[in-house]
Protein backbone atom coordinates (compact mmCIF):
# COMPACT_ATOMS: atom_id res chain seq x y z
CA UNK A 1 0.00 0.00 0.00
CA UNK A 2 1.46 3.37 -1.13
CA UNK A 3 0.97 5.74 1.94
CA UNK A 4 1.35 9.82 0.93
CA UNK A 5 2.63 11.47 3.68
CA UNK A 6 -0.51 13.58 3.60
CA UNK A 7 -2.63 10.69 4.24
CA UNK A 8 -0.23 9.07 7.28
CA UNK A 9 -1.14 10.47 10.54
CA UNK A 10 1.18 7.86 12.44
CA UNK A 11 3.93 6.11 11.48
CA UNK A 12 6.68 3.86 13.15
CA UNK A 13 9.95 3.22 12.10
CA UNK A 14 12.16 0.39 13.43
CA UNK A 15 10.38 0.89 16.90
CA UNK A 16 12.17 -1.28 19.35
CA UNK A 17 12.00 -1.88 23.22
CA UNK A 18 13.86 -4.14 25.27
CA UNK A 19 14.06 -4.37 28.69
CA UNK A 20 16.72 -4.90 30.99
CA UNK A 21 17.02 -7.73 33.56
CA UNK A 22 19.04 -6.27 36.18
CA UNK A 23 16.92 -5.56 39.49
CA UNK A 24 20.06 -5.45 41.76
CA UNK A 25 23.66 -4.77 42.01
CA UNK A 26 24.87 -7.90 41.47
CA UNK A 27 22.66 -8.12 38.00
CA UNK A 28 24.57 -5.10 36.77
CA UNK A 29 28.10 -6.70 36.93
CA UNK A 30 26.31 -10.43 35.45
CA UNK A 31 24.79 -8.45 32.54
CA UNK A 32 22.00 -10.17 31.68
CA UNK A 33 20.34 -10.04 27.87
CA UNK A 34 17.75 -8.02 27.98
CA UNK A 35 13.76 -9.10 26.98
CA UNK A 36 13.38 -8.56 23.59
CA UNK A 37 9.58 -7.65 23.95
CA UNK A 38 9.82 -5.42 20.17
CA UNK A 39 12.36 -5.44 17.92
CA UNK A 40 12.21 -3.45 14.83
CA UNK A 41 8.55 -2.97 14.33
CA UNK A 42 7.85 -0.36 11.46
CA UNK A 43 4.22 0.18 10.20
CA UNK A 44 1.80 3.37 9.67
CA UNK A 45 -1.44 4.67 10.30
CA UNK A 46 -3.50 6.41 7.62
CA UNK A 47 -6.01 9.18 9.10
CA UNK A 48 -9.31 7.63 9.78
CA UNK A 49 -8.58 4.10 9.57
CA UNK A 50 -8.80 1.47 12.24
CA UNK A 51 -4.92 -0.80 12.01
CA UNK A 52 -6.05 -4.27 13.66
CA UNK A 53 -2.97 -5.75 15.96
CA UNK A 54 -3.46 -9.28 16.71
CA UNK A 55 -0.92 -11.91 18.04
CA UNK A 56 -0.89 -14.38 20.78
CA UNK A 57 -0.59 -12.97 24.46
CA UNK A 58 2.86 -12.03 25.28
CA UNK A 59 3.72 -11.39 21.72
CA UNK A 60 4.62 -7.59 22.47
CA UNK A 61 1.42 -5.91 21.19
CA UNK A 62 0.88 -4.13 24.29
CA UNK A 63 4.51 -3.26 24.68
CA UNK A 64 4.44 -1.93 21.00
CA UNK A 65 1.25 -0.03 22.10
CA UNK A 66 2.57 1.55 25.09
CA UNK A 67 6.20 2.40 23.43
CA UNK A 68 4.09 3.61 20.42
CA UNK A 69 2.26 6.33 23.06
CA UNK A 70 5.65 7.22 24.66
CA UNK A 71 4.09 5.50 27.97
CA UNK A 72 7.55 3.83 27.86
CA UNK A 73 10.83 5.19 26.09
CA UNK A 74 11.71 3.04 23.20
CA UNK A 75 15.05 1.62 22.99
CA UNK A 76 15.68 2.32 19.45
CA UNK A 77 13.27 3.22 16.18
CA UNK A 78 11.17 6.37 16.18
CA UNK A 79 7.39 7.56 16.13
CA UNK A 80 6.13 10.38 14.14
CA UNK A 81 2.62 11.53 14.97
CA UNK A 82 1.40 14.15 12.80
CA UNK A 83 4.55 14.62 11.30
CA UNK A 84 6.68 15.04 13.95
CA UNK A 85 8.85 12.59 15.88
CA UNK A 86 7.73 12.08 19.55
CA UNK A 87 11.07 11.91 20.43
CA UNK A 88 12.17 15.23 20.21
CA UNK A 89 9.49 16.85 21.04
CA UNK A 90 9.45 18.02 25.17
CA UNK A 91 7.36 20.24 27.16
CA UNK A 92 4.29 21.60 25.92
CA UNK A 93 4.83 20.65 22.55
CA UNK A 94 4.47 16.91 23.40
CA UNK A 95 2.04 17.29 26.16
CA UNK A 96 0.09 18.58 22.94
CA UNK A 97 0.82 15.65 20.82
CA UNK A 98 -0.20 13.50 23.73
CA UNK A 99 -3.41 15.07 24.16
CA UNK A 100 -4.26 13.79 20.79
CA UNK A 101 -3.28 10.47 21.61
CA UNK A 102 -5.21 8.53 24.28
CA UNK A 103 -5.46 4.84 25.39
CA UNK A 104 -8.47 2.02 26.25
CA UNK A 105 -7.47 -0.26 28.17
CA UNK A 106 -8.65 -3.64 28.27
CA UNK A 107 -10.41 -3.50 31.97
CA UNK A 108 -12.90 -1.17 32.17
CA UNK A 109 -13.24 -1.97 35.88
CA UNK A 110 -10.01 -1.56 36.90
CA UNK A 111 -9.05 1.89 35.14
CA UNK A 112 -12.18 3.92 36.52
CA UNK A 113 -11.53 5.03 40.28
CA UNK A 114 -14.25 3.44 42.25
CA UNK A 115 -14.06 6.50 44.19
CA UNK A 116 -14.52 8.92 41.65
CA UNK A 117 -18.40 9.75 40.01
CA UNK A 118 -18.65 9.47 36.49
CA UNK A 119 -18.82 12.92 36.01
CA UNK A 120 -15.26 14.14 37.15
CA UNK A 121 -14.12 11.01 35.90
CA UNK A 122 -14.86 12.21 32.06
CA UNK A 123 -13.66 15.72 33.08
CA UNK A 124 -10.11 14.92 33.93
CA UNK A 125 -8.23 14.78 31.33
CA UNK A 126 -9.91 17.85 30.39
CA UNK A 127 -8.56 19.41 33.39
CA UNK A 128 -5.66 18.40 33.07
CA UNK A 129 -5.17 19.86 29.66
CA UNK A 130 -6.61 22.99 30.73
CA UNK A 131 -9.52 22.37 28.32
CA UNK A 132 -13.14 23.24 28.65
CA UNK A 133 -13.19 25.48 31.75
CA UNK A 134 -16.85 26.54 32.75
CA UNK A 135 -18.29 23.83 29.98
CA UNK A 136 -17.37 20.64 31.13
CA UNK A 137 -20.18 19.12 32.76
CA UNK A 138 -21.84 19.96 29.58
CA UNK A 139 -19.32 18.68 27.69
CA UNK A 140 -19.11 15.07 29.45
CA UNK A 141 -22.80 14.65 29.42
CA UNK A 142 -23.16 15.29 25.58
CA UNK A 143 -20.35 12.75 25.79
CA UNK A 144 -22.16 10.44 27.86
CA UNK A 145 -25.09 10.61 25.37
CA UNK A 146 -22.24 10.35 22.30
CA UNK A 147 -21.15 6.87 23.71
CA UNK A 148 -24.53 5.37 24.30
CA UNK A 149 -25.16 6.23 27.87
CA UNK A 150 -27.59 8.33 29.95
CA UNK A 151 -26.41 11.46 30.47
CA UNK A 152 -27.98 11.41 34.35
CA UNK A 153 -25.30 9.08 34.75
CA UNK A 154 -22.73 11.84 35.60
CA UNK A 155 -23.45 11.52 39.38
CA UNK A 156 -23.04 7.61 39.36
CA UNK A 157 -19.98 5.69 40.20
CA UNK A 158 -18.72 3.06 38.34
CA UNK A 159 -19.65 0.10 40.29
CA UNK A 160 -23.21 0.73 39.41
CA UNK A 161 -22.57 0.09 35.83
CA UNK A 162 -22.66 -3.17 33.84
CA UNK A 163 -18.69 -4.22 32.04
CA UNK A 164 -20.05 -2.79 29.15
CA UNK A 165 -21.14 0.25 30.04
CA UNK A 166 -17.75 1.14 32.61
CA UNK A 167 -15.90 0.47 28.64
CA UNK A 168 -18.11 3.45 27.25
CA UNK A 169 -17.41 5.33 29.90
CA UNK A 170 -14.12 4.93 29.03
CA UNK A 171 -14.67 5.82 25.63
CA UNK A 172 -16.11 9.13 26.96
CA UNK A 173 -12.89 9.80 28.59
CA UNK A 174 -10.52 9.44 25.97
CA UNK A 175 -12.58 11.33 23.82
CA UNK A 176 -12.73 14.31 26.50
CA UNK A 177 -10.02 15.88 25.00
CA UNK A 178 -10.85 15.64 21.20
CA UNK A 179 -7.75 13.13 20.36
CA UNK A 180 -7.22 12.22 16.25
CA UNK A 181 -5.85 8.92 17.48
CA UNK A 182 -6.89 6.12 20.24
CA UNK A 183 -4.77 3.37 21.05
CA UNK A 184 -7.44 0.52 21.73
CA UNK A 185 -6.05 -2.79 23.81
CA UNK A 186 -8.16 -5.33 24.34
CA UNK A 187 -11.21 -3.09 24.43
CA UNK A 188 -13.90 -5.66 24.63
CA UNK A 189 -11.76 -8.94 25.24
CA UNK A 190 -13.48 -8.52 28.94
CA UNK A 191 -16.73 -8.43 28.01
CA UNK A 192 -19.58 -10.81 26.90
CA UNK A 193 -19.80 -11.58 23.24
CA UNK A 194 -23.29 -9.98 22.96
CA UNK A 195 -21.97 -6.41 24.58
CA UNK A 196 -18.73 -6.90 22.42
CA UNK A 197 -20.70 -6.19 19.30
CA UNK A 198 -22.73 -3.29 20.45
CA UNK A 199 -19.02 -1.73 22.34
CA UNK A 200 -17.52 -2.48 18.67
CA UNK A 201 -20.38 -0.24 16.70
CA UNK A 202 -20.19 2.41 18.82
CA UNK A 203 -16.76 2.59 18.59
CA UNK A 204 -17.25 2.19 14.79
CA UNK A 205 -19.83 5.46 14.66
CA UNK A 206 -17.91 7.47 17.15
CA UNK A 207 -15.14 7.08 14.24
CA UNK A 208 -17.02 8.37 11.72
CA UNK A 209 -18.48 11.03 13.65
CA UNK A 210 -15.23 12.32 15.36
CA UNK A 211 -13.03 11.19 12.15
CA UNK A 212 -11.15 9.15 15.03
CA UNK A 213 -7.90 6.48 13.76
CA UNK A 214 -7.60 3.79 15.91
CA UNK A 215 -4.87 1.03 16.77
CA UNK A 216 -6.89 -1.57 18.17
CA UNK A 217 -5.31 -4.66 19.75
CA UNK A 218 -6.96 -8.15 20.38
CA UNK A 219 -6.04 -11.85 20.15
CA UNK A 220 -9.50 -12.38 19.31
CA UNK A 221 -9.72 -12.67 15.24
CA UNK A 222 -13.02 -12.18 14.84
CA UNK A 223 -12.80 -9.17 16.26
CA UNK A 224 -10.21 -7.65 14.75
CA UNK A 225 -12.10 -8.67 11.27
CA UNK A 226 -14.92 -6.80 12.43
CA UNK A 227 -13.21 -3.34 12.91
CA UNK A 228 -10.20 -3.24 11.18
CA UNK A 229 -9.26 -1.92 7.68
CA UNK A 230 -5.95 -3.32 7.70
CA UNK A 231 -4.41 -6.24 9.82
CA UNK A 232 -0.75 -6.49 11.33
CA UNK A 233 -0.09 -9.93 13.07
CA UNK A 234 2.74 -9.89 15.71
CA UNK A 235 4.86 -13.11 16.76
CA UNK A 236 8.05 -12.97 19.17
CA UNK A 237 8.70 -8.88 18.95
CA UNK A 238 8.17 -9.06 15.18
CA UNK A 239 5.25 -8.28 12.58
CA UNK A 240 5.01 -11.04 10.11
CA UNK A 241 2.49 -9.91 8.23
CA UNK A 242 0.28 -6.81 7.64
CA UNK A 243 -2.66 -6.53 4.81
CA UNK A 244 -5.93 -5.66 3.95
CA UNK A 245 -8.10 -6.91 6.12
CA UNK A 246 -9.80 -9.35 3.60
CA UNK A 247 -6.27 -10.22 1.94
CA UNK A 248 -5.10 -11.43 5.21
CA UNK A 249 -8.15 -12.99 5.99
CA UNK A 250 -8.82 -14.91 2.72
CA UNK A 251 -5.40 -15.18 1.51
CA UNK A 252 -2.76 -15.37 4.48
CA UNK A 253 0.56 -15.63 3.42
CA UNK A 254 2.69 -16.86 6.08
CA UNK A 255 2.30 -19.57 8.07
CA UNK A 256 1.56 -18.19 11.51
CA UNK A 257 -1.05 -16.09 10.24
CA UNK A 258 -2.37 -19.23 8.71
CA UNK A 259 -1.93 -21.68 12.06
CA UNK A 260 -4.03 -18.06 13.51
CA UNK A 261 -6.90 -18.61 11.23
CA UNK A 262 -7.42 -22.48 11.39
CA UNK A 263 -7.51 -22.09 15.32
CA UNK A 264 -10.36 -19.73 15.14
CA UNK A 265 -13.33 -21.89 16.80
CA UNK A 266 -16.37 -22.69 13.69
CA UNK A 267 -19.59 -24.34 14.75
CA UNK A 268 -19.14 -27.00 12.28
CA UNK A 269 -15.50 -28.57 12.92
CA UNK A 270 -16.06 -30.47 9.38
CA UNK A 271 -16.34 -27.33 7.87
CA UNK A 272 -12.73 -26.58 7.62
CA UNK A 273 -10.38 -29.27 6.70
CA UNK A 274 -7.11 -28.90 8.42
CA UNK A 275 -7.33 -27.33 11.87
CA UNK A 276 -4.68 -25.55 12.83
CA UNK A 277 -2.66 -26.51 15.61
CA UNK A 278 0.82 -24.98 16.63
CA UNK A 279 3.11 -26.69 18.10
CA UNK A 280 5.46 -26.46 20.30
CA UNK A 281 6.26 -23.03 23.29
CA UNK A 282 6.52 -19.55 22.39
CA UNK A 283 10.64 -18.96 22.44
CA UNK A 284 11.90 -16.63 25.11
CA UNK A 285 12.05 -12.95 23.80
CA UNK A 286 15.33 -12.70 25.71
CA UNK A 287 17.09 -15.37 23.04
CA UNK A 288 14.68 -15.35 20.00
CA UNK A 289 15.69 -17.67 17.14
CA UNK A 290 17.89 -16.25 14.36
CA UNK A 291 16.26 -15.64 10.85
CA UNK A 292 12.60 -16.28 11.25
CA UNK A 293 11.65 -16.03 14.69
CA UNK A 294 8.70 -18.72 13.91
CA UNK A 295 10.75 -21.21 12.57
CA UNK A 296 11.13 -23.15 15.10
CA UNK A 297 7.27 -23.77 15.35
CA UNK A 298 6.82 -23.52 11.87
CA UNK A 299 5.14 -26.45 9.82
CA UNK A 300 7.01 -25.24 6.34
CA UNK A 301 10.75 -24.63 7.44
CA UNK A 302 12.14 -24.76 3.98
CA UNK A 303 14.93 -27.34 3.93
CA UNK A 304 18.25 -26.86 3.49
CA UNK A 305 20.04 -26.70 0.01
CA UNK A 306 23.14 -28.82 1.29
CA UNK A 307 20.66 -31.83 1.14
CA UNK A 308 17.85 -33.29 -1.45
CA UNK A 309 15.30 -34.93 -0.25
CA UNK A 310 11.61 -34.84 -0.90
CA UNK A 311 8.78 -32.64 0.43
CA UNK A 312 7.76 -36.08 2.69
CA UNK A 313 10.99 -37.48 3.59
CA UNK A 314 11.42 -33.32 4.49
CA UNK A 315 8.60 -33.46 6.66
CA UNK A 316 9.42 -36.68 8.41
CA UNK A 317 13.05 -35.47 8.97
CA UNK A 318 11.97 -32.37 10.70
CA UNK A 319 8.97 -33.76 13.04
CA UNK A 320 11.99 -36.08 14.51
CA UNK A 321 14.18 -33.12 14.73
CA UNK A 322 11.65 -31.32 16.71
CA UNK A 323 10.23 -34.05 18.86
CA UNK A 324 13.84 -35.08 19.90
CA UNK A 325 14.66 -31.85 20.65
CA UNK A 326 11.22 -31.91 22.79
CA UNK A 327 11.33 -35.29 24.13
CA UNK A 328 8.09 -36.08 23.02
CA UNK A 329 8.13 -39.36 22.69
CA UNK A 330 9.46 -42.86 24.24
CA UNK A 331 12.27 -44.50 22.31
CA UNK A 332 11.88 -48.52 23.66
CA UNK A 333 14.10 -49.64 20.44
CA UNK A 334 15.38 -48.50 16.93
CA UNK A 335 12.52 -50.06 15.37
CA UNK A 336 9.26 -48.64 17.18
CA UNK A 337 11.33 -45.35 16.48
CA UNK A 338 11.41 -45.33 13.04
CA UNK A 339 8.51 -46.81 12.25
CA UNK A 340 6.59 -43.66 14.33
CA UNK A 341 8.85 -41.36 12.25
CA UNK A 342 9.66 -42.60 9.24
CA UNK A 343 6.84 -45.16 7.86
CA UNK A 344 9.20 -47.81 8.71
CA UNK A 345 13.25 -47.07 7.81
CA UNK A 346 15.26 -43.99 7.53
CA UNK A 347 16.42 -41.82 4.71
CA UNK A 348 18.60 -42.79 2.60
CA UNK A 349 21.75 -41.34 2.24
CA UNK A 350 23.71 -38.55 4.02
CA UNK A 351 20.21 -37.35 5.82
CA UNK A 352 19.75 -40.82 6.95
CA UNK A 353 23.25 -41.23 8.54
CA UNK A 354 22.92 -37.98 10.33
CA UNK A 355 19.11 -39.61 10.87
CA UNK A 356 20.54 -42.96 12.41
CA UNK A 357 23.52 -41.44 14.55
CA UNK A 358 21.05 -38.96 15.68
CA UNK A 359 18.64 -42.24 16.71
CA UNK A 360 21.58 -43.67 18.26
CA UNK A 361 22.48 -41.28 20.64
CA UNK A 362 18.98 -41.08 21.51
CA UNK A 363 18.56 -44.68 22.35
CA UNK A 364 22.13 -44.16 24.23
CA UNK A 365 19.53 -41.61 26.06
CA UNK A 366 21.96 -38.78 24.96
CA UNK A 367 18.80 -36.77 23.89
CA UNK A 368 21.04 -33.12 24.10
CA UNK A 369 23.67 -34.45 21.91
CA UNK A 370 20.87 -36.13 19.22
CA UNK A 371 19.08 -32.71 19.56
CA UNK A 372 22.06 -30.36 18.42
CA UNK A 373 23.28 -32.78 15.59
CA UNK A 374 19.77 -33.05 13.71
CA UNK A 375 19.41 -28.96 14.47
CA UNK A 376 22.88 -27.94 13.37
CA UNK A 377 22.25 -30.64 10.37
CA UNK A 378 18.79 -30.02 9.04
CA UNK A 379 17.76 -26.46 10.93
CA UNK A 380 20.36 -24.43 11.58
CA UNK A 381 21.51 -24.19 7.88
CA UNK A 382 17.65 -23.12 6.31
CA UNK A 383 17.65 -19.93 5.15
CA UNK A 384 14.69 -19.51 7.93
CA UNK A 385 17.10 -19.36 10.43
CA UNK A 386 20.02 -17.77 8.38
CA UNK A 387 18.11 -14.81 6.83
CA UNK A 388 15.44 -12.34 8.33
CA UNK A 389 12.12 -12.34 6.18
CA UNK A 390 11.23 -9.61 4.49
CA UNK A 391 8.81 -9.37 1.28
CA UNK A 392 6.03 -7.97 -0.50
CA UNK A 393 3.47 -10.28 -2.18
CA UNK A 394 0.71 -10.08 -4.53
CA UNK A 395 -2.72 -8.88 -3.02
CA UNK A 396 -5.61 -10.87 -4.40
CA UNK A 397 -8.26 -9.40 -2.23
CA UNK A 398 -7.48 -5.25 -2.45
CA UNK A 399 -5.24 -2.89 -3.84
CA UNK A 400 -3.24 -2.39 -0.54
CA UNK A 401 0.64 -3.46 -0.18
CA UNK A 402 0.60 -7.06 1.43
CA UNK A 403 4.04 -7.70 3.53
CA UNK A 404 4.83 -11.14 4.69
CA UNK A 405 7.83 -11.85 6.81
CA UNK A 406 8.10 -15.87 5.31
CA UNK A 407 10.96 -16.73 2.89
CA UNK A 408 8.31 -19.19 0.92
CA UNK A 409 7.74 -16.22 -1.13
CA UNK A 410 11.33 -15.09 -1.96
CA UNK A 411 11.47 -16.29 -5.50
CA UNK A 412 7.68 -14.95 -6.34
CA UNK A 413 7.43 -11.48 -4.20
CA UNK A 414 7.09 -8.32 -5.69
CA UNK A 415 10.04 -6.72 -4.30
CA UNK A 416 12.31 -7.53 -1.04
CA UNK A 417 12.37 -4.99 1.73
CA UNK A 418 16.30 -4.49 3.32
CA UNK A 419 17.64 -3.24 5.96
CA UNK A 420 15.10 -3.52 8.97
CA UNK A 421 14.90 -6.80 11.35
CA UNK A 422 10.88 -7.39 11.67
CA UNK A 423 10.46 -7.76 8.00
CA UNK A 424 7.03 -6.48 7.24
CA UNK A 425 7.78 -3.45 9.34
CA UNK A 426 10.36 -1.98 6.64
CA UNK A 427 6.78 -0.73 4.94
CA UNK A 428 6.03 1.95 5.92
CA UNK A 429 9.78 3.49 6.36
CA UNK A 430 10.14 3.24 2.45
CA UNK A 431 6.55 4.08 1.50
S1 LIG B 1 10.48 -17.96 6.89
FE1 LIG B 1 10.58 -20.18 7.07
S2 LIG B 1 10.21 -20.60 9.21
FE2 LIG B 1 9.53 -18.51 8.83
S3 LIG B 1 7.39 -18.68 8.37
FE3 LIG B 1 8.44 -18.77 6.43
S4 LIG B 1 8.78 -20.94 6.04
FE4 LIG B 1 8.23 -20.74 8.18
Known amino acids: MTVSDADTLLRVENLTKHFSQSSGILDTFLSNPPVRAVDGVSFDIREGETLGLVGESGCGKSTLARTVLRLVDPTDGAVYFNGANL ?66 HYNR ?123 GDVPSPIEPPSGCRFRTRCPELIQPDEYAMDADTWDEVLAFTRAVKRRTFEAPDRTTVRREFFEGDTPD ?57 CHLHRDDAAATRDGTEGAPGAASADD
Open 87 to 152: AELSGSDLREQRRDMQMIFQDPQSSLDPRMKVGPIVEEPMKAHGLYEGEREERVRELLEKVGLDPQ
Open 157 to 279: YPHQFSGGQRQRINLARALAVNPDFIVCDEPVSALDVSIQAQVLNTMQELQDEFGLTYLFIAHDLSVIRHISDRVAVMYLGNLVELAETEELFENPQHPYTEALLDSIPVPDPRSRGKRGVLE
Open 349 to 405: GEVGEVVDRALDEVLADEWDAAAERLSETFEEPSICAREDPNYVVESEYGTGEHLAA
